[in-house]
């Protein structure tokens, strides 16, 4: 089964307000977290990433938050525009033997912005 | 990303028929993989490559197979295909040598199988 998911499908925010997208992740060797936004007919885009030993990264507009005690990630997108508009997937994956196998997603969180 | 292109976009088929969607990039990376993605799924790993001698497999590979043909090519292939196998399905690469293991996608195939 999925061992990374979301807890919302839809999120619904007024433009201008902050979004707050969350995700849960049961493996606790995961060590490398990244967010990615898809929107309609493209394949996703890499927003922003986390290592494991950190508990926040900030970037131009988001912040990933990661609380390993609870496994949890979550994804803050201040001030929300319509461009973004689309489903933010959580990705994880797990280092084995050095390398780095494909990433597991979560089912993704569809967010709509409201004008 | 224009890096990473696949080919064809879109493409209807009947069961039974062999089809090959490729893969192509230009960011010089080293590792390559397939994705298929399902309303309410997510993506999940078909199979990847960490170079052209290496090929491995993912959490559904029954029913594909891959060819990394140079280190910037790396087809899937659907021997016989089926309905469930309708899906949008994507590429990607990354750079073991980059900070990060991030991975950057392709535009995407959609494929129907009747």
């Known amino acids: 089964g999925e061992s990374v998911g979301l807890h919302l499908p839809t999120l619904s925010v007024q433009e201008g307000d902050n979004s707050i997208i969350n995700c849960a992740y049961s493996?606790?060797?995961?060590?490398?977290f990244i967010w990615y936004k898809q929107e309609s007919g493209k394949g996703p885009q890499f927003i922003i990433d986390?290592?494991?030993?950190?508990d926040k990264r900030q970037g131009q507009r988001v912040t990933v938050l990661l609380n390993k005690t609870v496994k949890h990630l979550s994804l803050q997108i201040a001030a929300t525009q319509p461009g973004d508009s689309a489903v933010y997937f959580c990705?994880?994956?797990?280092?084995?033997?050095?390398?780095?196998?494909?990433?597991?997603f979560g089912k993704g969180t569809h967010l709509i912005i409201q004008p | 990303d224009a890096d990473v292109t696949q080919t064809p976009r879109n493409r209807i088929t009947k069961t039974g028929k062999r089809i090959m969607l490729e893969c192509s990039q230009t960011?010089?990376?080293?590792?390559m993989y397939w994705y298929r993605q399902d309303p309410g799924l997510g993506l999940r790993l078909i199979y990847y490559?960490?170079?052209?001698?290496?090929?491995n497999k993912g959490e559904i590979s029954d029913g594909y197979s891959v060819s990394r043909q140079a280190q910037a090519k790396f087809s899937l292939s659907l021997e016989s295909a089926i309905p469930n196998q309708t899906a949008l399905y994507f590429c990607?690469?990354?750079?073991?040598?980059?900070?990060?293991?991030?991975?950057?996608f392709g535009p995407g195939t959609r494929l129907t199988v009747l």
């Open positions: 990607a690469t990354s750079d073991p040598r980059g900070r990060t293991d991030t991975q950057y």
């Open positions: 493996n606790s060797a995961s060590d490398y």
């Open positions: 990705a994880e994956n797990i280092k084995s033997g050095g390398g780095a196998d494909g990433l597991t």
């Open positions: 960011k010089g990376h080293d590792r």
């Open positions: 490559s960490f170079d052209v001698k290496d090929i």
């Open positions: 986390i290592r494991s030993n950190m």
